[in-house]
Protein backbone atom coordinates (compact mmCIF):
# COMPACT_ATOMS: atom_id res chain seq x y z
CA UNK A 1 0.00 0.00 0.00
CA UNK A 2 0.81 3.71 -0.01
CA UNK A 3 3.04 3.95 3.32
CA UNK A 4 5.08 0.53 1.80
CA UNK A 5 5.40 2.22 -2.16
CA UNK A 6 6.60 5.49 -3.94
CA UNK A 7 6.22 6.46 -7.39
CA UNK A 8 7.42 10.30 -6.14
CA UNK A 9 10.31 12.00 -8.23
CA UNK A 10 12.28 13.03 -4.74
CA UNK A 11 11.97 9.21 -3.23
CA UNK A 12 13.20 7.52 -6.09
CA UNK A 13 15.79 10.12 -7.21
CA UNK A 14 17.23 9.84 -3.20
CA UNK A 15 17.25 5.91 -4.10
CA UNK A 16 19.03 6.40 -7.62
CA UNK A 17 22.12 7.27 -6.51
CA UNK A 18 24.94 6.53 -3.75
CA UNK A 19 28.12 8.05 -2.74
CA UNK A 20 29.48 7.41 -5.81
CA UNK A 21 30.51 9.75 -8.86
CA UNK A 22 28.24 7.88 -11.11
CA UNK A 23 24.97 10.17 -11.75
CA UNK A 24 21.53 9.45 -10.63
CA UNK A 25 19.42 6.82 -12.21
CA UNK A 26 16.47 6.39 -10.59
CA UNK A 27 14.07 3.33 -10.05
CA UNK A 28 10.36 3.42 -11.24
CA UNK A 29 8.88 2.33 -7.75
CA UNK A 30 10.69 2.53 -4.52
CA UNK A 31 9.32 -0.50 -1.98
CA UNK A 32 10.07 -1.00 1.54
CA UNK A 33 9.04 -4.66 2.45
CA UNK A 34 9.05 -5.36 6.07
CA UNK A 35 9.44 -9.19 6.08
CA UNK A 36 11.01 -11.60 4.12
CA UNK A 37 7.67 -13.12 2.37
CA UNK A 38 7.53 -9.97 0.98
CA UNK A 39 10.60 -9.96 -0.19
CA UNK A 40 9.96 -13.31 -1.53
CA UNK A 41 6.74 -12.02 -3.25
CA UNK A 42 8.38 -8.87 -4.83
CA UNK A 43 11.22 -10.82 -6.27
CA UNK A 44 8.96 -13.37 -7.78
CA UNK A 45 6.69 -10.60 -9.42
CA UNK A 46 9.77 -8.76 -10.89
CA UNK A 47 11.20 -12.23 -12.29
CA UNK A 48 8.08 -13.32 -13.73
CA UNK A 49 7.67 -9.96 -14.95
CA UNK A 50 11.35 -9.26 -16.20
CA UNK A 51 11.82 -6.53 -14.10
CA UNK A 52 15.25 -5.15 -12.68
CA UNK A 53 15.25 -5.45 -8.72
CA UNK A 54 17.63 -3.08 -6.96
CA UNK A 55 18.36 -3.53 -3.94
CA UNK A 56 19.08 -0.29 -1.26
CA UNK A 57 20.56 0.01 2.16
CA UNK A 58 21.21 3.18 3.26
CA UNK A 59 22.76 4.61 -0.26
CA UNK A 60 26.29 4.85 1.45
CA UNK A 61 28.06 2.75 -1.01
CA UNK A 62 30.89 3.95 -3.37
CA UNK A 63 30.34 2.02 -6.51
CA UNK A 64 27.06 2.98 -7.85
CA UNK A 65 24.72 -0.13 -7.14
CA UNK A 66 21.94 1.57 -6.45
CA UNK A 67 22.04 3.07 -9.29
CA UNK A 68 18.78 1.81 -11.63
CA UNK A 69 20.65 2.52 -15.02
CA UNK A 70 17.40 0.20 -16.67
CA UNK A 71 14.78 1.14 -14.21
CA UNK A 72 12.62 -1.47 -12.10
CA UNK A 73 11.94 -1.49 -8.58
CA UNK A 74 14.24 -0.59 -5.67
CA UNK A 75 13.84 -2.93 -2.70
CA UNK A 76 14.60 -0.22 0.14
CA UNK A 77 15.11 -2.76 3.09
CA UNK A 78 15.66 0.25 5.68
CA UNK A 79 12.28 -1.39 7.79
CA UNK A 80 13.71 -4.76 7.98
CA UNK A 81 15.77 -4.11 11.36
CA UNK A 82 15.24 -6.34 13.35
CA UNK A 83 18.23 -8.42 15.48
CA UNK A 84 16.90 -11.95 15.40
CA UNK A 85 19.55 -13.98 17.68
CA UNK A 86 22.87 -13.55 19.30
CA UNK A 87 25.05 -15.76 20.57
CA UNK A 88 27.81 -14.51 22.67
CA UNK A 89 29.68 -17.95 23.19
CA UNK A 90 30.35 -18.28 19.09
CA UNK A 91 30.51 -14.52 18.48
CA UNK A 92 27.61 -14.54 15.92
CA UNK A 93 24.34 -12.42 15.58
CA UNK A 94 21.42 -12.75 13.31
CA UNK A 95 20.34 -10.04 11.60
CA UNK A 96 17.80 -9.02 9.04
CA UNK A 97 18.84 -6.65 5.91
CA UNK A 98 18.16 -2.90 7.49
CA UNK A 99 20.22 -3.38 10.62
CA UNK A 100 22.77 -0.92 10.68
CA UNK A 101 26.54 -1.05 11.63
CA UNK A 102 25.72 1.65 14.09
CA UNK A 103 22.35 0.32 15.58
CA UNK A 104 23.99 -3.36 15.88
CA UNK A 105 26.99 -1.92 17.89
CA UNK A 106 23.94 -0.35 19.94
CA UNK A 107 22.37 -3.55 20.53
CA UNK A 108 25.53 -5.30 21.48
CA UNK A 109 26.51 -2.57 23.99
CA UNK A 110 27.57 -4.17 27.60
CA UNK A 111 28.45 -7.55 25.81
CA UNK A 112 31.97 -6.96 25.29
CA UNK A 113 31.17 -7.51 21.59
CA UNK A 114 31.32 -4.64 18.72
CA UNK A 115 31.25 -4.84 14.57
CA UNK A 116 33.91 -2.40 13.29
CA UNK A 117 33.99 -0.85 10.05
CA UNK A 118 35.01 -2.80 7.20
CA UNK A 119 34.14 -6.26 8.38
CA UNK A 120 33.09 -7.92 5.70
CA UNK A 121 29.74 -10.73 6.48
CA UNK A 122 26.69 -9.06 7.49
Do not use: Y
Amino acid sequence: GAPNVSTATAVREQHGHDESMHPCAPPDVVVWPQAVAQVQELAALCHRCRVPMVPFGTGTGLEGGVNAVQGGVCFDLSRMDAITELSLEDFSVTVEPGVTRKALNQHLRGTGLWFPVGTVGI
